[in-house]
């Protein structure tokens, strides 16, 4: 059953929650709460740390790639950093990016980016959100 | 919406990764129907609770987005949002940032890699995911090449039917969350799929008290006999999960409860202060064994054994009660060892504060810890009885609250 499993590449895609974003936070005052070193908190490296024992494969990587305060129309842009890890799992969770970020700008800004892919404009420095743009 | 960049990504992702196409949709030309393919796997994770959640547009977006344009590829969507909040439900204290964010917190992204490790489980237990195999490094990998089966699972509104009792109970079918504190009791009713298997009309027994109905547990009404050949009463669970409830008259060999309680004395001195005061017949047993005996919650047998590494879930107990005083919720974050940490929430149901944020509210505690399941269990034994003994007679003995204990030498720090 153990078997020396195939190396894999988990990859996940996302916002600042999928950063591992609070995650080291227990809902307690600061004073009572553990440190916790930020990432390693996060489910991405949870699940990942389940997969390898779930299927005692040693071998499962994560590439956690979230960038905070990045939308789905960001990734789109960038995606070629995607796929140079050559994922075997690609988890995107871009939907509390969206919870954070919402506004019909940053809708539009994604439509926008949208269309300028599919015509064939790739700019990776369109793909800004309205919040980095301000940063 | 934002559909576009969604459909965008999908098909960048299968471009990259040439799945084997398996049909052509229409208006989709020669993308892959089936994007499970030997090479790659693609998920989406839909997390979607912001701060904001009251305004519709954000609560509707992975219903929007994500659901229609991944359903329409053949992507599995593991949705959090269905499974912990179905009906827009309140958040649950503890679990969400809902003052700085959108962030899930240490316990609420423990629930999305739960939710994470069923459904990749599931998946490998229905031979669909063929990505599952090629972990295992099977040399007989054999992809499968439809997904409809899980994405139906996981994506449409049968989903948490499937899912563990961890997350029926968060959906609250069953058993209450105690949301703002209006409701009782977290048991299960009577004519529910979660029943004693003993029924008795001694120990645990359904009551209802005024339209709040729960298990409630009588020391008094059992006989020595009963406590001894009776134990536990064990709900089964519609699942398959089990619920044990233990009267405090049994002794796990392994954890002292004498050396517990020694270590809140002063609890319990108040507890037998009250007792004297106030021993009440009125029910034909003394108070005195109300309140020195509460029952104590014995947490899910989920770990059989010792050496089974995952912690159990969520519980939820509701304690002692009556028609005037709430019970208590235990919960339980799970935790796995090699991360190394669980946490244990034990909140008052009724506290009019239950439904503010833990860190500011004072009627719930929690405990960091690294446990050894063992110890894990004791202390939330531990906390359970200083829980219950604030909550009922903090007013009562007009001392300022216990701050730390300490168990079998080391310290735990309580509020």
């Excluded at chain 1, 439509?111 to 301000?134: H, R």
């Excluded at chain 2, 398996?22 to 989709?28: A, R």
């Excluded at chain 2, 490790?117 to 490998?124: I, M």
């Excluded at chain 2, 669980?342 to 009627?363: E, K, L, M, P, W």
Aim: glycine letters at 8%; one cysteine or more; hydrophobic letters at 35%.
């Amino acid at each position: 059953m153990a078997q020396q499993g195939l190396a894999v590449r988990v990859v996940v895609i996302g916002g600042s929650a999928t950063h591992g974003g609070a995650c080291g936070s227990y809902a307690l005052p600061q004073s009572k709460q553990e440190q916790v070193t930020p990432g390693l908190c996060s489910w991405a490296h949870r699940f990942v740390e389940w997969l390898k024992d779930h299927h005692r494969n040693p071998n499962i990587e994560l590439f956690n790639l979230a960038v905070p305060a990045t939308t789905s129309a960001w990734r789109l842009s960038h995606f070629d950093d995607v796929l140079s890890v050559r994922p075997d799992l690609l988890i995107v969770d871009y939907g509390a990016s969206y919870g954070s970020n919402f506004s019909s700008t940053v809708f539009l800004s994604d439509q926008l980016l949208s269309c300028l892919y599919v015509a064939g404009i790739n700019d990776p420095n369109m793909g800004e959100t309205p919040e980095q743009k301000t940063q | 919406m934002c559909r576009a960049t969604t459909e965008l990504l999908i098909r960048r992702f299968l471009e990259a990764t040439k799945g084997a196409a398996e049909e052509e949709l229409p208006g989709i030309g020669s993308t892959h129907r089936f994007c499970l393919n030997p090479q790659a796997a693609l998920l989406f994770l839909d997390v979607h609770r912001g701060m904001n959640s009251a305004q519709e547009s954000m609560l509707s977006f992975g219903r929007e987005v994500y659901h229609p344009v991944c359903r329409t590829y053949g992507v599995p969507v593991v949705s959090v949002r269905d499974a912990i909040w179905p009906d827009e439900a309140p958040l649950r204290p503890g679990l969400w940032d809902t003052k700085g964010g959108a962030h899930p917190l240490w316990s609420g992204h423990q629930l999305i890699t739960d939710l994470l490790a069923f459904a990749w489980t599931l998946a490998g237990n229905q031979s669909l995911w063929g990505i599952t195999s090629h972990l295992l490094g099977s040399h007989e990998h054999k992809p499968k090449t439809t997904m409809d089966a899980l994405t139906l699972l996981l994506n449409g509104s049968d989903t948490i039917q499937n899912l563990p009792h961890l997350f029926q109970r968060a959906r609250g079918n069953e058993v209450n969350r105690c949301p703002g504190g209006k409701h009782l009791s977290t048991s299960p009713s009577a004519s529910s799929g979660l029943k004693p298997s003993r029924p008795d009309t001694k120990g645990w027994q359904y009551v209802d008290h005024k339209g709040k109905h729960g298990w409630e547990y009588s020391l008094a009404k059992r006989s020595r006999h009963d406590q001894d050949t009776e134990s536990s009463s064990v709900f089964h669970g519609t699942t398959g999960w089990e619920y044990t409830l233990v009267n405090p008259s049994q002794q796990d060999q392994s954890l002292d409860l004498d050396s517990i309680f020694h270590s809140v004395a002063p609890v319990r001195r108040c507890l037998k202060a009250k007792a004297k005061r106030n021993t009440s017949k009125s029910r034909g047993q003394s108070l005195s064994d109300n309140v020195a005996a509460p029952p104590i919650p014995r947490l899910p047998l989920a770990l059989r054994n010792e050496s089974d590494r995952e912690l159990p879930g969520i519980i939820s107990f509701p304690g002692r009660f009556n028609a005037d005083d709430p019970g208590l919720l235990v919960e339980y974050i799970r935790s796995y060892a090699n991360y190394g940490q669980a946490i244990v929430f034990v909140t008052a149901c009724g506290s009019q504060s239950y439904d503010r944020h833990v860190d500011t509210g004072n009627s719930a505690s929690a405990a960091v810890v690294r446990p050894s399941y063992k110890e894990l269990e004791a202390r939330a034994r531990v906390m359970l009885r200083l829980a219950w003994a604030d909550h009922k007679y903090a007013s009562v003995c007009k001392r300022s609250k216990t701050k730390d204990v300490s168990f079998k030498g080391q310290r735990i720090n309580y509020r």
